[in-house]
């Protein structure tokens, strides 16, 4: 066989290509993006994850993100925890710095478990963004249903990196997300889509979560999102700020500190090396 070298690595199943472009210098056009991460005809994965070399002091490495359908974003939780956990291996260190277009994220690496700081949540409404204003995003005006029985209505809105609308619901089993997110990520209010969640309070301490990843849709875990709806649970008062956000694929910390910024701890896997063959890399020019 001879490709380009790859990593399989998932976060809580939230599951990645991992490329290391520090070298090489690689780019990846949308169109092959789309090959490289179809699970029927390519590798497979929920994101792209491309490793390069990093642009700002005091960054070890830079990670340029790539969803499924070809896009990139700026932030994606269970990929740092990923990257964090190669990287402390790779250094030989438990302490390393991962640049992303969203910033500078921090992580401690213990063994399999990786602890980030994902930075401060913004919760402005040109910051998440929204279309137009609202003063307060613990709830905005947004339903889906009939007027007088909305299926679900007035979620929290949040940017922790990428956009986050958080519906709460009181049994997450009875809604089907995968029927109204595409909906509501597309949804006008939301000029550059969002992530969509679903969100049951267990306890002031726990809360259940399904997510509708912008670009990815139904994943078994997104960091970011868990990030979001343990901000906007404390905000609202309906748990603290250190709690456990429990995803399909299991669980995650989120603190959110007294100097604003979250703390996201979970594990991370090496699945194991692989390589991209040659013709999944040479996507014709005329489908990019």
């Known amino acids: 066989m001879s490709g380009t070298p790859f990593l399989k690595m998932n976060g809580l199943g939230n599951d990645f290509v991992v490329i290391d472009g520090r070298q090489s210098g ?7 993006v789309r090959a490289i991460a179809d699970r029927q005809t390519g590798i497979g994965c929920d994101q792209l994850i491309v490793l390069e070399r990093p642009r700002a002091d005091g960054a070890d490495i ?11 974003v700026d932030a994606c939780g269970n990929a740092s925890r990923c990257v964090a956990g190669l990287l402390a291996d790779e250094m030989g260190r438990d ?10 994220l921090s992580a401690e690496v213990d063994g399999g478990s990786a602890s980030v700081d994902m930075g401060r949540p913004r919760f402005g409404w040109s910051d998440i963004p929204l279309s137009e204003p609202f003063a307060d995003t613990t709830g905005i005006e947004l339903q889906i249903g009939p007027i007088d029985a909305p299926v679900l209505h007035t979620p929290s809105v949040v940017n922790v990196g990428n956009p986050h609308a958080i519906f709460w619901v009181d049994d997450l089993d009875a809604h089907d997300l ?14 550059e889509r969002a992530n969509i969640s679903l ?46 956000v429990e995803l399909p694929g299991g669980p995650l910390q989120i ?11 979970g594990a991370w896997t090496l699945d194991g090396p692989g390589e991209i063959p040659e013709h999944l890399l040479a996507v014709p020019e005329a489908v990019r």
Do not use: Y
Not at 206 to 230: K, N
């Open 95 to 104: 302490h390393v710095v991962i640049q992303t277009n969203a910033g500078l």
């Open 178 to 191: 995968e029927r109204f997110g595409p909906l509501l990520e597309n949804h006008p209010i939301f000029p």
């Open 26 to 32: 690689l780019r990846l056009a949308p169109a092959t």
């Open 255 to 265: 603190e959110w500190r007294a100097d604003d910024h979250i703390i996201m701890t």
């Open 199 to 244: 969100a049951q309070i267990l306890s002031p301490e726990r809360i259940r979560v399904r997510v509708w990843e912008r670009g990815a849709g139904l994943t078994l875990a997104c960091g970011t999102a868990a990030c979001a709806v343990g901000v906007a649970a404390a905000r609202k008062g309906l748990t603290g700020r250190n709690v456990t």
């Open 62 to 72: 830079f990670m340029r993100i790539h969803n499924a359908e070809g896009g990139e």
